[in-house]
């Protein structure tokens, strides 16, 4: 079966109320919570409204029940106005939701998926820490068993939500340092002794959304709260990141939108030497290549949605997607800065927030140079 990406009606219409929601509720105010670092959380309560904030979820949990291409479309067009808003809409969908859809048993779902599903509750999910980035497998965050308990120590880094996030998913070594089958999952609701947010991040961009440590004290939970068997979390955690591969490719998409727009408009608004920047070859030809690869990324991100969809095995897909439109999206911010010369460096312009913007998407959920690594194990193995 050959896919086809045209749009369906459903596609369309999320596209379209995302597109109309941005516009009224996010844009006005980018570069207020930019500028302020403002997590702006009752914009995730109104996208909840929306059936935003599970659009993933079937409905008889409480979500919208929709597949990947409109999830796709969502993220898109709320990363063309804002990166931030984009990546932790995202992030609460794939990850800390995702997790839970995925592996949760039938009454953890009942339990917790509602909840983030209609936006009441806000998602994190904890694999990071400050010493094991892309090498996971030496966490040093520790779950112990006590009788039916478990007693969580540790801390985790970068993550999405650290702070406000109410429910958390969270990865905890079980077993041996450097044993894929030694780590498990957990989920830690806000308000359990021992779970606090700690220190939030000053960042380049994505400043609206939120950026924090999770720290784990003696933290106690009952067994009712591990989500799959005692050992699993890893082989979880690299399922749940393919999805999240494909949330950050059309992240990136969006970003790499939004920079060509603004720049396609100013430099047909732009005039030098008698006529406007986009009649010179240089100006037209730099529009060309973004056009191309904002093509090229929305392909691939396609392909990866559409075998998700279908449940076929995508990693290979997810990661070149996530690879290449984040790469794209770089390229085309950069490219979109050097249209609008010095009004490109200031920040009454839209391109030097999608120019700093951009950079994280080729670092979060497996840098670049990770996904070349999963790229090239797939291909050698055919």
Not at 60 to 82: K, M
Not at 150 to 177: E, Q, Y
Not at 227 to 253: H, P, T, W, Y
Not at 363 to 372: A, D, V
């Given at each position: 079966?050959?896919?086809?990406?045209?749009?369906?009606?459903?596609?369309?219409?999320?596209?379209?109320?995302?597109?109309?929601?941005?516009?009224?509720?996010?844009?006005?105010?980018?570069?207020?919570?930019?500028?302020?670092?403002?997590?702006?959380?009752?914009?995730?309560?109104?996208?909840?409204?929306?059936?935003?904030?599970?659009?993933?979820?079937?409905?008889?949990?409480?979500?919208?029940?929709?597949?990947?291409?409109?999830?796709?479309?969502?993220?898109?067009?709320?990363?063309?106005?804002?990166?931030?808003?984009?990546?932790?809409?995202?992030?609460?969908?794939?990850?800390?939701?995702?997790?839970?859809?995925?592996?949760?048993?039938?009454?953890?779902?009942?339990?917790?998926?509602?909840?983030?599903?209609?936006?009441?509750?806000?998602?994190?999910?904890?694999?990071?820490?400050?010493?094991?980035?892309?090498?996971?497998?030496?966490?040093?965050?520790?779950?112990?068993?006590?009788?039916?308990?478990?007693?969580?120590?540790?801390?985790?880094?970068?993550?999405?939500?650290?702070?406000?996030?109410?429910?958390?998913?969270v990865l905890a070594r079980t077993g041996d340092?450097?044993?894929?089958?030694?780590?498990?999952?957990?989920?830690?609701?806000?308000?359990?002794?021992?779970?606090?947010?700690?220190?939030?991040?000053?960042?380049?961009?994505?400043?609206?959304?939120?950026?924090?440590?999770?720290?784990?004290?003696?933290?106690?939970?009952?067994?009712?709260?591990?989500?799959?068997?005692?050992?699993?979390?890893?082989?979880?955690?690299?399922?749940?990141?393919?999805?999240?591969?494909?949330?950050?490719?059309?992240?990136?998409?969006g970003i790499a939108k939004g920079a060509y727009?603004?720049?396609?408009?100013?430099?047909?608004?732009?005039?030098?030497?008698?006529?406007?920047?986009?009649?010179?070859?240089?100006?037209?030809?730099?529009?060309?290549?973004?056009?191309?690869?904002?093509?090229?990324?929305?392909?691939?991100?396609?392909?990866?949605?559409?075998?998700?969809?279908?449940?076929?095995?995508?990693?290979?897909?997810?990661?070149?997607?996530?690879?290449?439109?984040?790469?794209?999206?770089?390229?085309?911010?950069?490219?979109?800065?050097?249209?609008?010369?010095?009004?490109?460096?200031?920040?009454?312009?839209?391109?030097?927030?999608?120019?700093?913007?951009?950079?994280?998407?080729?670092?979060?959920?497996?840098?670049?140079?990770?996904?070349?690594?999963?790229?090239?194990?797939?291909?050698?193995?055919?």
């Amino acid at each position: 079966m050959q896919p086809h990406f045209q749009e369906t009606d459903s596609t369309q219409m999320v596209r379209q109320t995302v597109k109309d929601f941005a516009e009224r509720q996010v844009r006005p105010h980018v570069m207020e919570w930019d500028e302020s670092q403002e997590f702006p959380r009752h914009v995730f309560t109104a996208l909840g409204e929306l059936g935003l904030m599970g659009v993933l979820v079937p409905e008889n949990y409480g979500g919208s029940g929709l597949g990947y291409q409109e999830y796709v479309a969502a993220i898109d067009e709320l990363a063309q106005v804002c990166g931030s808003i984009g990546l932790s809409m995202a992030a609460h969908n794939s990850l800390c939701t995702g997790h839970i859809l995925q592996f949760g048993s039938e009454e953890q779902k009942m339990r917790w998926l509602p909840k983030l599903a209609s936006g009441e509750h806000l998602g994190a999910w904890g694999l990071t820490e400050a010493n094991t980035g892309s090498d996971a497998l030496r966490m040093q965050c520790v779950a112990k068993k006590d009788g039916e308990d478990w007693i969580i120590n540790g801390a985790k880094n970068w993550i999405t939500h650290g702070i406000s996030g109410d429910i958390a998913v969270v990865l905890a070594r079980t077993g041996d340092l450097l044993d894929s089958h030694g780590i498990t999952a957990f989920v830690v609701e806000r308000g359990t002794p021992g779970f606090s947010g700690g220190k939030k991040e000053n960042k380049l961009g994505m400043r609206a959304s939120e950026t924090a440590e999770m720290i784990f004290q003696d933290c106690r939970i009952p067994d009712s709260q591990r989500l799959g068997n005692i050992g699993e979390g890893f082989i979880q955690a690299m399922k749940v990141l393919d999805g999240g591969r494909i949330s950050i490719a059309a992240l990136s998409l969006g970003i790499a939108k939004g920079a060509y727009k603004a720049a396609t408009q100013y430099s047909k608004e732009r005039e030098q030497f008698g006529k406007s920047i986009s009649q010179f070859q240089a100006i037209a030809f730099k529009l060309a290549d973004m056009a191309t690869r904002i093509e090229a990324a929305e392909l691939l991100t396609l392909q990866a949605a559409d075998m998700k969809n279908r449940g076929l095995k995508m990693t290979k897909e997810s990661a070149m997607a996530k690879y290449y439109a984040s790469e794209a999206s770089v390229f085309c911010a950069n490219e979109a800065v050097q249209i609008f010369g010095g009004y490109g460096y200031t920040k009454d312009f839209p391109v030097e927030k999608y120019y700093r913007d951009c950079k994280l998407c080729t670092i979060g959920e497996g840098t670049s140079e990770i996904q070349k690594l999963v790229i090239s194990r797939s291909v050698l193995q055919d």
